[in-house]
């Protein structure tokens, strides 16, 4: 398996990449208002630049990561994105985030790709993992539910915007 990537029963969590079709569902996505509008908006980087920052999100450190997520089967289709990292202007908390494309809303995929990239950060020592939601998103409100994450409520610590905030730990080493 490549560094860095994680596998699920439905899913494989790989590095977004430069190749056409990577780029064309890359823009897809990020294109759509329906999914912008969770985001604060479309990226302010084109997707080759967008692409290479993420890769180095992973670089950085390799706890951390950005990923495409595909869906596992003939052929494969990437259904979004989930990620791995520093939360902006924080103390060191770490953010589990996804974007999805909506035609892949509702399969459960973002719960799946996020639980997995969860796990990893706890198999890599973190302990523990926040979700941040704009206000509204119930979708997004109801995957971190089902992860388990605890509601911290609304805060306004990152992003420059007030956000539904989430936690859970990593649970106990038993030795």
């Not at 494309?101 to 973190?126: I, K, M, N, Q, S």
Request: hydrophobic share 40%.
């Amino acid at each position: 398996m490549p560094h860095g990537e994680l596998l699920t029963p439905r899913l494989r969590l790989r590095a977004w990449t430069t190749r056409r079709d990577d780029l064309a569902r890359l823009c897809d996505i990020y294109g759509r208002p329906e999914v912008t509008r969770w985001l604060g908006g479309t990226p302010r980087v084109g997707p080759v630049e967008l692409v290479a920052r993420w890769a180095e999100v992973g670089r950085a450190d390799p706890r951390f990561g950005c990923w495409a997520v595909e869906v596992r089967a003939d052929p494969p289709v990437v259904a979004g994105t989930v990620l791995l990292k520093p939360l902006p202007g924080g103390v060191g908390e770490v953010e589990v985030g996804w974007h999805l494309h909506p035609d892949c809303w509702g399969r459960g995929y973002a719960t799946e790709a996020a639980r997995a990239v969860v796990d990893h950060a706890f198999g890599a020592g973190l302990p523990e993992v926040y979700a941040v939601v704009r206000p509204g998103n119930e979708p997004s409100l109801a995957v971190c539910r089902r992860l388990g994450m605890a509601p911290l409520g609304r805060m306004h610590r990152w992003y420059d915007v007030e956000l539904e905030a989430f936690r859970l730990m990593a649970p106990p080493v038993v030795e």
